[in-house]
Nanobody
């Protein structure tokens, strides 16, 4: 059983930066892939980034690669998303997620535990 809590969302101007944090609580949380998805109004949930427990494999959505960086502190069961060069189309609720596998999957169905989300709004 794992609980997931995101923080760090907010309102920023286009071109700005924001850093999201996510803490997972659970006895085996450090063994899981952790990742980020986002969902904008009227849109389907979409993959952003994921990282394996050791950090050895990292996957990014093409839309954010080169602008966003995912990292983790496995000992602290914490994952981060550094978002730079933000665009209005990045506006969404960002969800942190934890999987009972270690595939760094881009598919939402691969993940088992979800946070409640944190709002990121990028103004033009």
């Amino acid at each position: 059983q794992v609980q997931v809590v995101e923080s760090g969302g907010g309102l920023v101007q286009a071109g700005g930066s924001l850093r999201l944090s996510c803490a997972a609580s659970g006895r085996t949380a450090s063994s899981y892939t952790m990742g980020w998805f986002r969902q904008a109004p009227g849109k389907e949930r979409e993959f952003v980034a994921a990282i394996t427990r050791s950090g050895g494999v990292i996957n990014y959505a093409r839309s954010v690669k080169g602008r966003f960086t995912i990292s983790r502190d496995t000992a602290k069961n914490t994952v981060y998303l550094q978002m730079n060069s933000l665009k209005p189309e990045d506006t969404a609720v960002y969800y942190c997620t934890v999987a009972n596998n270690d595939y760094a999957s881009a598919r939402a169905g691969s993940y088992d535990y979800w946070g409640q989300g944190t709002q990121v709004t990028v103004s033009s």
